[in-house]
């Protein structure tokens, strides 16, 4: 039962490939699809889950796996599947052989050892200060320290495969932290790779071979001779540069053979150091230093320290005396500083015996061409006088200060990843990254913080200050203290810093790459590709490109901010990724690594971010801005990962705070906003029927707020799971292509009613509920098979009042804009006919937010009866809306009591007949419409005699069913038209449909098909039927039917009359009968309060306030 992952990635990268067309993370545990792995499975001892086996693996075939489980370096995958590509069979990679010494501890010693040590420690001493420079190098291994317990907690949280840094980082805190993160680490490690390449050059230029300078600096003062150096540099950089990257190209094995030299070179330098330190107590080394007054000159040019000697009882004058004189002679004339001073020879290196610690334990930060001075030697210096011969002097290149000092130590404590970035490489990485890591920084910053003080004790303060050895013949200042020769230190530190320049070319390419194959940042997926091995070549040329940027910035100083800033972001996330998941408490929070503690992480985090700004305010600043850019553009545009980040456990625990405090209490109304549940029908093939309605819901949602889409079907869950899951995805997509910003839901429930009732009671979490219902009208709610729709539309609003929630309905939602829509001009018409709660003024704002709308004016209506006073109520409503910062023109249109019409009753009286003839009797589809059609055709031939002004109606696109009286066609209406008889009409005999086209006489042909509910046989033609509809054609209207009846009309009149052109016109809705055997009257009312009118938006109020004058 032996089961390699590696095989179970291959077959898992097909089925759980995301949209990027990268795999998942693999996984051994269950889902998978291998075959091979299905007939272990086989057995008579698990006959009890063998139904299951196809999804579960057994125990012993996932110990299997994970026993099996190795961590492939970077680039072994790649190779795996080109011998794939040949036709060779996977080979079982080799196990890891390497421990913690080999594996981490010296790896971490030879990166975290380096290039700073050697050019740059001794003059922080000497400009710092002993005290300072200590509480620099204390401060710079505390942030590491931290971050290596942290990292150490992360590493043995699990396998950590290649990638290192990168991977806990992503892995821990998302992809969008991982990608922004991750390439900072990758610049950080790049622009490391400058500053070695620089330190490299530094050395070969100024300590071994200076005669090799192309821009020679011989006689330069100043600026040109700063310039000369740095062109040097930058070509001779740039040529070394080249030669490194051809070497990484051509193999890394190289790099990795001759990592040991390079680590031997690095030891032996410091091992150098320490012996002569020793020997300073006994015998310090013979490096005079020659000073004039209290001015350190440039040993080169001359030979002896004075300005004459004595030779052959004669006083001679010096090589020294030329350099300050216009002649060898006694009486020649010299410059008048060197006139008026001494020259003293003082010892360059007094030893660790000698008290100068004493003199060296303060800071002396200097202005950039100050002269460097000794300390305690009085000069005499001429008022007004005018330096001259400044090149003879030792001069400070910069202009130094604390915060400066620190940016360019803290690379020298870098490096600490070079264990966990070969995790891919060790036997047991949970137990080797923790010991090593933490080892190797303990004995770095034991090394620095002596070396410190070492300094301090050891070398004279002009000395430490001269960062170039001028003063001591242009010796490496930290090779005059070593035994048994200086040239072991320059020797050695440039071997070191050529070693380090590759490893940083070797090891960013392949972290660019593991970037590259995640798949989360789109533009680099190109620099995942590689050799056929699984070098990677682009990201190698990348790399030297960036590289390269550095180089011609040619200044030591100038770049190792810059990588002080990109690897303080990254060990800054290390430790916030390690607190998040220690506060989290994530249950696969369960570190092997038992020593640390989230407030550790936290105070390392500060340290990590403090040390940004202190460095260089404006070099972090620019860090976090290109973080911050990586980071929304993998939002927007990254491919989808689930890691099971620590983030989303974070925004877990901060949704549950959010939601725990929302449950307090109801919002206040200015924090009200609509929280939308749109209810959503679907069609035959699942897809959604009215899609305008989301449409509407992204115009409406410039108020932002919770939008949850719903959708109920009819059925069993258990059957019909599989039609909702494609309903959900449908939703998503329509969603997505909207641009809603929410959560769908589908219900599946026996019926439609009680799935929609669901929706609305259970819809949302805890104070996130919606207070909203948006639902479209019933289209062709009179011809429907069944009455269903709409009386299920009636208890929707019968529920959404019960439920204190606010309801739009839409009518002809067909003819709403999408959201691709611009209207230039036109009206939003508000009809303020009853207090809502002030919905009707806060939906028009909304609208007017998003740019479909945003062209709109705003017109708000009121009503106001006989005993109103219409000017005073037009002034109040004006002072309203501008205490609300509404822009609305206002108009109160004024409604006079009238006599209820002659078509007002008639209307009244044909719905109250279809609703009789609907209950009393079950017809066909094909029957019901025609009798509908004939009953409403026949009384509408009196109506329009009576009332022909009334019935001019406009067209509606898609609600009215096709067979309704108002949108038959004009012929069709005049053959329709009865004779000047006002008496109901009678039924007769069944005839043919086609005799009542014919027909002009008083009756209607009608046809009757009784069948009822109950399952009865069907009843002979005209048993019951002429008395049954004889009494319904005598019947009277219901008075109160006649009122509502009424006011429907005189209102669809005013609006019809004020707002026809209006792009949208918003009404107030009543709401239903209380008496349920009213509910199809009341569809009938709301037809005519809104026909001919395009776009209607019907609003019912919640029953509270939801917009206030105050702020």
Known sequence: MVNNLTECEEAEGAANSQGDGNPKESSPFINSTDPEKNQQYDGKNMALFEEEMDTIPMVSSLLSSLANYSNLPQGSKEHEEAENNEGARKKPVQAPRMGTLMGVYMPCLQNILGVILFLRMTWMVGIGGVIESFIIVLMCCSTTMLTAISMSAIATNGVVPAGGSYYMISRSLGPEFGGAVGICFYLGTTYAGAMYILGCIEILLVYIVPQAAIFKMEGLEGAEAEAAMLNNMRIYGTLVLSFMALVVFVGVKYVNKLALVFLACVICSILAVYAGVIKTAFEPPIFPVCVLGNRTLVWKGFDVCAKVIERENATVTTQLWRLFCDSEFLNATCDSYFTTNNVTEIQGIPGVMSGTLRDNLFGNYMEKAQFIEKVGITAVVEPDAIPTNTNRYVLADVTSFFTMLVGIYFPSVTGIMAGSNRSGDLQDAQKSIPIGTILAITTTSIIYMSSVVLFGACIEGSVLRDKFGEAVRGNLVIG???????????????????????????????????????????????????????????????????????????????????????????????????????????????????????????????????????????????????????????????????????????????????????????????????????????????????????????????????????????????????????????????????????????????????????????????????????????????????????????????????????????????????????????????????????????????????????????????????????????????????????????????????????????????MEQRSQILKQINLTKTEREREIQSITDSSRGSIRRKNPAAVTTQLSVTEEPAASSKEEKPEEEEQLIHDKSTNPPTPATPQSPSADAETPGTTIQMTWTEAKCDGEKVKPLGATTPEAIKDLFNMKPNQSNVRRMHTALRLNEVIIKKSQEAKLVLLNMPGPPKNRSGDENYMEFMDVLTEGLNRVLLVRGGGREVITIYS
């Not at 790459?513 to 050799?531: S, T, Y």
């Not at 100038?558 to 990254?570: D, E, K, W």
């Not at 801005?625 to 990586?630: E, L, Q, Y």
């Not at 639902?775 to 529920?799: G, M, T």
Request: include cysteine.
């Open 480 to 910: 005059t203290l070593a035994w048994p020769s200086p040239w072991v230190i320059v020797i050695g530190s440039f071997f070191s810093t050529c070693g380090a320049g590759l490893q940083s070319l070797t090891g960013a390419p392949r972290l660019l790459q593991a970037i590259a194959r995640d798949g989360i940042v789109p533009f680099l997926r190109v620099f995942g590709h590689g050799k056929a091995n699984g070098e990677p070549t682009w990201a190698l040329l990348m790399t030297a490109c960036i590289c390269e940027s550095g180089i011609l910035i040619a200044s030591l100083d100038n770049v190792a901010p810059i990588l002080s800033m990109f690897f303080l972001m990254c060990y800054m996330f290390v430790n916030l990724a390690c607190a998040l998941q220690t506060l989290l408490r994530t249950p696969n929070w369960r570190p092997r690594f038992k020593f640390y503690h989230w407030t550790l992480s936290f105070l390392g985090m500060s340290l990590c971010l403090s040390l940004m700004f202190i460095c260089s305010w404006y070099y972090a600043i620019v860090a976090m801005v290109i973080a911050s850019c990586i980071y929304k553009y993998i939002e927007f545009r990254g491919a989808e990962k689930e890691w099971g980040d620590g983030i989303r456990g974070l925004s877990l625990s901060a949704a549950r705070f959010a939601l725990m405090r929302l449950e307090e209490g109801p919002p206040h109304t200015k924090n009200w906003r609509p929280q939308i549940l749109v209810l959503v029908s679907m069609d035959s093939e699942l897809h959604v029927d009215q899609p305008r309605l989301l449409s509407l819901t992204s115009q409406l949602k410039a108020g932002k707020g919770l939008t949850i889409v719903g959708a109920a079907l009819e059925g069993t869950y258990l059957d019909n799971l599989p039609q909702g899951q494609q309903v959900e995805q449908s939703l998503r997509k329509l969603m997505e292509t909207e641009k809603v910003k929410g959560f769908c839901q589908v219900v599946i429930s026996s019926n439609k009613r009680d799935a929609t009732s669901h929706l609305v009671q259970a819809g949302g979490l805890g104070g996130l509920q919606h207070n909203t219902v948006l639902a479209s009208w019933p289209r062709n709610w009179k011809q429907a098979e069944d009455h269903q729709s709409w009386r299920n539309f009636i208890e929707l609003v019968r529920e959404t009042t019960a439920a204190s929630k606010a309801l739009l309905v839409p009518k002809n939602i067909s003819a709403f804009p999408s959201n691709g829509e611009r209207f230039t001009e036109g009206h939003i018409d508000v009809w303020w006919i009853v207090h809502d709660g002030g919905m009707l003024m806060l939906l028009p704002f909304l609208l007017r937010q998003h740019k479909v709308w945003r062209k709109c004016k705003m017109r708000i209506f009121t009503v106001a009866q006989m005993d109103d006073n219409s000017i005073q109520m037009k002034k109040d409503l004006t002072t309203f809306l501008y205490h609300l910062r509404i822009d609305a023109a206002v108009e109160v249109v004024e409604m006079h009591d009238s006599d209820i019409s002659a078509y007002t009753y008639e209307k009244t009286l044909v």
